[in-house]
Nanobody, 123 residues
C-alpha cells in the first residue's frame, strides 16, 4: 500500500483555482508533510510544507500569497489550495511525508512519496 496518494489535479485556466488532496495510508500524525512539483524538463522544486499539527507552514516564494497548505489529521489528509494560478504553475505535483515533525524544504528530508497528480494551467 502506497503511504501517500494525491488527487485533485486537472486543467484550469489562468487565474483559476484548484485544490489538491493527499491521503496518507499511515496514521503518522506526528510527522510533517509537504508538496513538491516538477515541470516538464525541469528539476523538482519545493512548494510548501506543514508541521505535524498544522501549526507551522512554509512556502516557496513563487507561491506565497496564492497557495495554502493545510491538513486534517482526523482524516489523514493534507491539502493544497491553489489560487490565481499561472501557466508557470503547470507541473506534476507530488506530496510527501517527512522524516520529522517539522517543515522541511529539501527532498532528502522526506521518506514517502506519492506518484503525483498533473496540474495544467492554460493561458
Amino acid at each position: 500500500q502506497v503511504p501517500v496518494v494525491e488527487s485533485g489535479g486537472g486543467l484550469v485556466q489562468t487565474g483559476g483555482s484548484l485544490t489538491l488532496s493527499c491521503s496518507a495510508g499511515r496514521t503518522d500524525h506526528d510527522l510533517g508533510m509537504g508538496w513538491f512539483r516538477q515541470a516538464l524538463g525541469k528539476d523538482s522544486e519545493f512548494v510548501a510544507s506543514i508541521s505535524w499539527n498544522g501549526g507551522t507552514t512554509v512556502y516557496a516564494e513563487s507561491v506565497k500569497g496564492r497557495f495554502i497548505i493545510s491538513r486534517d489529521n482526523a482524516k489523514n489528509t493534507m491539502y493544497l489550495q491553489m489560487s490565481s494560478l499561472k501557466p508557470e504553475d503547470t507541473a506534476v505535483y507530488s506530496c510527501a511525508m517527512a522524516k520529522s515533525p517539522w517543515t522541511p524544504v529539501k527532498k532528502e528530508e522526506y521518506m514517502y512519496w506519492g506518484h503525483g497528480t498533473q496540474v495544467t494551467v492554460s493561458s
